[in-house]
């Protein structure tokens, strides 16, 4: 797995020490088979600007972002962060990503003081699923496909996806609107929280689409498939690392118009709701029209 990014490399972005009325920050590449930039990789390295401007002992609580346009992989991202509010429990930040000087991506991340309050939440039964032991990785499964170009995609991910319904690479075994995979980081991360947010929200755009394409009996191969995120919204609701195992709970309960919702959840190992997400896509296959 030599060609796995350091996830901690990808989600570190450098303050540029430019000043308008915004701070500036600039983030790697993540080089792709197909050339544009990975949704996910936009989400994680806006998050962590936003997070450097963020007051001491205020965490990531929400983010709302739009895609606006295709980046190119193997250049680097500007991001530009503007402090909106700062009250007495709340801050606000709304970052652009900037590629060649035009905006590639826009959202609003809101930052909280840890406080007490109501608390309830809905815990996930995990009795009866297997364990991420005792499912196979995608090395596993698709590790003799690791001369392939395009593979590099699958197998050199950041992050360890055990699929608890079979995967949709190839084929769609069950045509359903659900989909529930066991998720990690390879890497061991440290201890701050905004670190391991930004990880989660890089890991989630993976695969937001594919309880979509699963419904409609759609693998990823199929040819001239065309997928891209459109918007993305996450709710960080407790404390968690990315770096153990995570259950990420997905449907979809519906698509249209070219396009397809999906409502994610992640749970730790008690069955602890820790985060949940909610993104639309764009889905075109030959013959349904131009891309947004």
């Known amino acids: 797995m030599t060609g796995v990014p350091d996830l901690t490399a990808m989600l570190s972005v450098?303050?540029?020490?430019?000043?308008?009325h915004e701070d500036i920050f600039t983030g790697p590449a993540l080089p792709t088979p197909h050339g544009r930039s990975f949704g996910?990789?936009?989400?994680?390295?806006?998050?962590a600007a936003a997070g450097?401007?963020?007051?001491?002992g205020?965490?990531?609580h929400s983010m709302h972002g739009y895609f606006l346009r295709p980046g190119v992989a193997d250049e680097r991202m500007t991001f530009e962060v503007a402090r909106l509010?700062?009250?007495r429990s709340f801050s606000t930040r709304r970052v652009q990503a900037y590629q060649n000087g035009a905006v590639l991506m826009s959202l609003i991340a809101s930052f909280q003081e840890e406080a007490e309050g109501l608390e309830h939440q809905e815990p996930y039964d995990l009795s009866g699923l297997p364990t991420p032991d005792e499912l196979p990785s995608v090395w596993e499964r698709f590790g003799h496909l690791a001369n392939e170009g395009r593979a590099s995609w699958i197998l050199n991910r950041p992050f360890d996806f055990r699929y608890i319904d079979p995967d949709i690479t190839f084929e769609v075994?069950?045509?359903t609107h659900t989909q529930r995979v066991w998720m990690r980081s390879r890497d061991q991360l440290?201890?701050?929280q905004l670190l391991h947010s930004a990880a989660l929200a890089f890991a989630s755009d993976y695969m937001l689409v594919e309880p979509v394409a699963r419904q409609h009996g759609l693998p990823w191969a199929t040819p001239g498939l065309r997928l891209a995120s459109l918007d993305h919204a996450m709710w960080f609701h407790r404390s968690f690392r990315v770096d153990e195992w995570l259950l990420y709970v997905l449907e979809s309960p519906t698509s249209q118009g070219g396009r397809g919702l999906t409502h994610g959840r992640f749970y730790d190992r008690t069955g602890v709701l820790v985060a949940s997400v909610s993104q639309e896509s764009m889905i075109r296959l030959p013959g349904m029209?131009?891309?947004s």
């Open 85 to 87: 509010y700062d009250g």
């Open 40 to 47: 996910g990789q936009v989400l994680g390295q806006a998050l």
């Open 190 to 192: 440290g201890d701050s």
């Open 14 to 20: 450098l303050d540029s020490g430019a000043r308008t």
């Open 173 to 175: 075994e069950h045509r």
């Open 52 to 56: 450097e401007t963020a007051p001491d």
């Open 289 to 291: 029209g131009s891309e």
């Open 58 to 60: 205020r965490g990531l």
